[in-house]
């Protein structure tokens, strides 16, 4: 074998083909080493020395198309590497990887000899080559007598993955270039870069879209530990002599870890570890953090969802529909969204009655790139417009008229009341008017569309869609109405609202949020077997809760408001509105609900890690939340309280946030439950007052305990306790026995005597850097504040969070001894058979 000089000659390639299949036990690739004049099959992998990463053929979910690629053994959709992500294959029989004679690597296809994909080395190479996969994920082409002279490696070709041990050359400028979707590996949009890397090592990453619009960058390294995320990789400069000789890498601090850097196809760049004990690959890091911040997400004519959801960011301008419905489905919206209907100068009808017009949206973040207009006017600015056929939108404002022309990109609705938004108006085909020109039917459209909105801002009672059909069913005493909840399927509900929210705008999206599905209790009760011991999944302060399965194998939480509780119709018609409006990744989601003979049950997503506390506070348990787990649960409870506060329409204070509302999916995503106790609060105001003092002891803020005054300020309160908590393992009331101590006064103590080090969680491993731990049990005793108004909002949480470097206040002393008198007012304490016996929750009326 050894004397064959060329593979050019077809008849020596096939006897050489002939030869390794007739001999392939002999032939076939040696452990993780491709030598010489052999051949990878389609059926074959290479497995590197410590088994952690697999070379071969793979295809990507549903696609029939074929790659080759590098994973984790043992993952294999965990892709870091592909080769030929330009060029598929189609052939699985007859795709194999050649290492030449001349030290190539060439992948064929079929008889063919022009290869798909090459390393394209020109220089002679010396014929003792080999390719090698490491346990680091690198494939190296390398002189078989001597390992360090590498002739190619895979690791100087990344595709989106950043693996430990890669090298940033000063030399080159590497990109990391996302897949265009889940299923198709060719490049897309979105990438990541470096720029600076030079003499002294200072370094930036970046994320560009479209190789042109930077819409991140890092902070610039300055060789501490601090670049992205340090407590898992460490970073590190390497100097030489030889300016392109000057690189830039980092390691990993646990060597035996699994974890990369991704920037995905929705312009996300992703810290990812494989957590051991949890069996899940999570993630530590990530930026931005809304689809909002990526560059044109959604494409010319898409625009940003509102509330953000990186799993369903996009929805098409009205008018539009998506360019491909099958890359939207796999989250894809690099075509963005094409015309329904053809404008009339696009199609040349001159002569036609039919005129384009324009439509007004509100509020919206203008594309940039506009083109200035002189017109002097408004109606001067639109006809300015409706002139030019290359013109596809026009915005007025004080300073002038702008145009824009082609696909609009980076569109946004922007939240009521937050940043101030413009108004745009945008052509669109006379068909698409809604309905006939008349003027008439114009009004009609308005009050179709507007009336219903206005109603369910303000008279949130009124439309209550549950009740309206409670009326009903005692009415007619049958109720047609109530759907059986166990043939129901929610996933086509939640499909049938994305499609909606696909093709039309925000309002009518928000109309149909407000339609619960209601369900019948008898329904109710097949589901969870006649409400059976075993399908019970806690005891909230208000009932039982119950986990259910549906026909189609879908699992719910189902939770009965017990008819003692302190949880009457009221806040039943609370939760129940407030929760069906809302949407966020870190809030419960409310599916439906069941009012009959005096039962009110809540039907909810179903949360198989149940709660925080189920974790916090258990001597073994406790150990599967570790840092990284952690952090994220803070920052997402962080990130769901903000939107309540917020960014949600309405104006939300929770009034009961602990350890046990918070609940945790499949990946350990905290989801913030339980709005029994919720209120709103109209407009700007931020704070009010009640008669009827509910919360939980331990959690309450002092002013609100006492004097039943709450803000979002007492939901500050009760954050900083459950970081405080989540820090430290320990329960705040766990003190409760020593008259001088609790975990707030405790943590303020050490953090005066400069050793809040001794807060954290013993249990767990110790983290690589403690400083964002450090940082954390600050920001949560600057929460729980004697003063309201001593404590940050959650806006100002949030950008401490991710201002890592921003220094913080020093907190004032604790507000400690809050909810101390709260055991003596005379209160109804709801607690049978509580999972956790000392989080009971109180509700007291206070005598005034
Ligand atoms: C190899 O060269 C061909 C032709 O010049 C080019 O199309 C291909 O992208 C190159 N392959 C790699 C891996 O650089
Ligand atoms: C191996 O290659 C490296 C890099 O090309 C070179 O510095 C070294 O001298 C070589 N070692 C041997 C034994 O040839
Ligand atoms: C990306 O940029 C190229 C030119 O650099 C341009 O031809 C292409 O249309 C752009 N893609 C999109 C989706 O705008
Ligand atoms: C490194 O050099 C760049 C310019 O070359 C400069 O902007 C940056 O501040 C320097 N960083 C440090 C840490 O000196
Ligand atoms: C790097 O920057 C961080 C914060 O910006 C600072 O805390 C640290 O001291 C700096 N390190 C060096 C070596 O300049
Ligand atoms: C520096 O390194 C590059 C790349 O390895 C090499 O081509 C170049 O000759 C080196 N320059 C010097 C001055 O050694
Ligand atoms: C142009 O308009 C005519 C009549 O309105 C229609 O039949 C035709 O399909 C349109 N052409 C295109 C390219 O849409
Ligand atoms: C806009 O300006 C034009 C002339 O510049 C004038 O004729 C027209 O009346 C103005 N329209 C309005 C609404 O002011
Ligand atoms: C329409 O806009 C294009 C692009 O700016 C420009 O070249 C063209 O002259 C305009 N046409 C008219 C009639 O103003
Ligand atoms: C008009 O809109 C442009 C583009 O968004 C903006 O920069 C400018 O500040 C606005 N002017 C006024 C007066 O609002
Ligand atoms: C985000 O979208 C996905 C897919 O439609 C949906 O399942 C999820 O509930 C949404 N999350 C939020 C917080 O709206």
């Known amino acids: 074998m050894g004397s064959m000089t060329t593979n050019h000659q077809p008849w020596l390639l096939f006897a050489l083909l002939l030869i390794m299949s007739y001999y392939r036990a002999c032939f076939s690739v040696a452990g993780d080493t491709l030598s010489p004049g052999h051949s990878l099959l389609e059926s074959d992998t290479i497995l590197s020395q410590g088994r952690k990463f697999e070379l071969g053929f793979f295809k990507p979910g549903t696609s029939s198309k074929i790659y080759l690629g590098i994973w984790y053994k043992g993952f294999p959709d965990e892709i870091v590497w592909v080769a030929n992500r330009e060029n598929p294959l189609s052939h699985p029989s007859s795709s194999r990887l050649y290492l030449s004679e001349n030290g190539n690597l060439l992948l064929f296809e079929g008889s063919s000899e022009i290869p798909v994909w090459s390393t394209n080395l020109t220089f002679p190479l010396s014929n003792i080559n080999e390719a090698v996969l490491g346990d680091d994920g690198n494939f190296v082409l390398r002189d078989s007598s001597n390992a360090s002279c590498i002739f190619w490696e895979s690791f100087d070709h990344p595709t989106d993955t950043l693996l430990p041990g890669l090298k940033l050359w000063s030399r080159?400028?590497?990109?990391?270039?996302?897949?265009?979707?889940?299923?198709?590996?060719?490049?897309?949009?979105?990438?990541?870069?470096?720029?600076?890397?030079n003499a002294n090592g200072s370094i930036q990453f970046f994320l560009e879209w479209n190789r042109s619009q930077i819409y991140w960058s890092s902070e610039v390294w300055n060789g501490s530990d601090t670049l992205i995320w340090s407590s898992i990789f460490k970073w590190s400069f390497v100097s030489s002599k030889n300016e392109s000789e000057r690189y830039f890498t980092c390691s990993l601090y646990n060597p035996s870890n699994l974890a990369n850097y991704r920037i995905d196809q929705t312009g996300q760049i992703?810290?990812?570890?494989?957590?051991?004990?949890?069996?899940?690959?999570?993630?530590?890091?990530?930026?931005?953090?809304?689809?909002?911040?990526?560059?044109?997400?959604?494409?010319?004519?898409?625009?940003?969802?509102?509330?953000?959801?990186?799993?369903?960011?996009?929805?098409?301008?009205?008018g539009f529909k998506p360019f491909l419905m099958e890359d939207t489905r796999l989250n894809d919206w690099s075509g963005g969204c094409v015309r329904k209907s053809p404008l009339q100068c696009e199609n040349n009808t001159h002569g036609s009655v039919k005129k384009d017009w324009f439509m007004k949206i509100s509020n919206m973040r203008l594309p940039v790139y506009s083109k200035a207009n002189l017109a002097l006017n408004a109606s001067r600015c639109e006809l300015a417009c409706m002139e030019n056929c290359s013109c596809t939108a026009y915005a007025y404002n004080r300073s002038g008229c702008m145009i824009w022309e082609g696909g609009l990109l980076n569109l946004q609705h922007l939240p009521y009341g937050g940043e101030i938004g413009q108004d745009i108006y945008l052509r669109l085909a006379a068909d698409e008017y809604p309905d006939s020109s008349t003027k008439g039917k114009k009004w009609k459209v308005w009050v179709v569309v507007l009336l219903p909105t206005i109603g369910l801002i303000l008279c949130l009672p009124i439309y209550f869609s549950c009740k309206g059909r409670i009326k009903r069913k005692d009415q007619t005493g049958e109720s047609p109405s109530s759907n059986n909840l166990l043939l129901?399927?929610?996933?086509?509900?939640?499909?049938?609202?994305?499609?909606?929210?696909?093709?039309?705008?925000?309002?009518?999206?928000?109309?149909?949020?407000?339609?619960?599905?209601?369900?019948?209790?008898?329904?109710?009760?097949?589901?969870?077997?006649?409400?059976?011991?075993?399908?019970?999944?806690?005891?909230?302060?208000?009932?039982?809760?119950?986990?259910?399965?549906?026909?189609?194998?879908?699992?719910?939480?189902?939770?009965?408001?017990?008819?003692?509780?302190?949880?009457?119709?009221?806040?039943?018609?609370?939760?129940?509105?407030?929760?069906?409006?809302?949407?966020?990744?870190?809030?419960?989601?409310l599916l439906g609900c069941c009012i009959e003979r005096d039962e009110k049950i809540l039907i909810y997503e179903y949360m198989p890690n149940k709660s925080l506390d189920f974790y916090l506070f258990d001597p073994t348990k406790k150990k599967m939340l570790g840092w990284e787990t952690r952090i994220r649960i803070i920052e997402g409870i962080a990130q769901g309280l903000l939107y309540l506060h917020q960014y949600s329409r309405l104006r939300i204070i929770h009034r009961d946030l602990k350890p046990s509302n918070i609940l945790l999916d499949s990946e350990m995503n905290p989801k913030i439950s339980d709005f029994g106790m919720a209120r709103i609060v109209g407009g700007n105001e931020t704070q009010a007052n009640t008669n009827r003092i509910v919360g939980t002891y331990g959690y309450m803020s002092p002013e609100y305990a006492m004097d039943g005054l709450y803000s979002i300020k007492s939901d500050v309160f009760s954050f900083g306790v459950l970081v405080l908590e989540i820090v430290s393992?320990?329960?705040?009331?766990?003190?409760?026995?020593?008259?001088?101590?609790?975990?707030?006064?405790?943590?303020?103590?050490?953090?005066?005597?400069?050793?809040?080090?001794?807060?954290?969680?013993?249990?767990?491993?110790?983290?690589?850097?403690?400083?964002?731990?450090?940082?954390?049990?600050?920001?949560?005793?600057?929460?729980v504040q004697e003063s309201p108004i001593d404590r940050p909002t959650m806006s100002d949480v949030i950008s401490m969070i991710s201002n890592e470097h921003a220094p913080l206040p020093t907190p004032k002393q604790a507000a400690f001894s809050s909810g101390r008198n709260m055991m003596d007012t005379n209160s109804t304490v709801d607690s049978a058979g509580s999972c956790s016996k000392n989080s009971v929750t109180i509700s007291a009326m206070k005598a005034r």
């Open 729 to 783: 393992g320990r329960k705040n009331t766990s003190f409760y026995n020593n008259e001088s101590l609790n975990l707030l006064r405790y943590a303020w103590e050490l953090l005066r005597d400069d050793r809040s080090l001794d807060l954290m969680e013993p249990a767990i491993r110790y983290p690589s850097s403690t400083s964002i731990i450090l940082r954390f049990i600050k920001i949560g005793l600057l929460c």
């Open 488 to 589: 129901f399927d929610f996933d086509a509900e939640l499909h049938e609202m994305n499609d909606e929210m696909n093709t039309n705008n925000n309002m009518k999206k928000r109309e149909k949020d407000a339609e619960l599905p209601l369900f019948s209790y008898e329904s109710v009760l097949a589901a969870t077997n006649n409400l059976s011991a075993v399908n019970k999944l806690g005891e909230g302060g208000f009932g039982p809760v119950y986990k259910a399965k549906l026909l189609k194998g879908q699992e719910i939480a189902v939770k009965m408001l017990s008819k003692r509780s302190g949880q009457g119709i009221e806040e039943f018609r609370n939760e129940t509105i407030l929760i069906a409006k809302l949407q966020h990744r870190n809030l419960v989601r």
């Open 270 to 318: 992703r810290g990812l570890v494989w957590e051991t004990g949890l069996s899940i690959w999570s993630e530590f890091w990530y930026a931005p953090t809304k689809p909002s911040d990526v560059y044109a997400l959604c494409g010319a004519f898409g625009v940003v969802q509102y509330p953000d959801n990186f799993s369903n960011p996009c929805e098409c301008l009205r």
């Open 172 to 197: 080159k400028s590497q990109q990391f270039i996302s897949w265009k979707n889940s299923e198709d590996p060719a490049p897309g949009l979105f990438s990541a870069g470096t720029v600076g890397l």
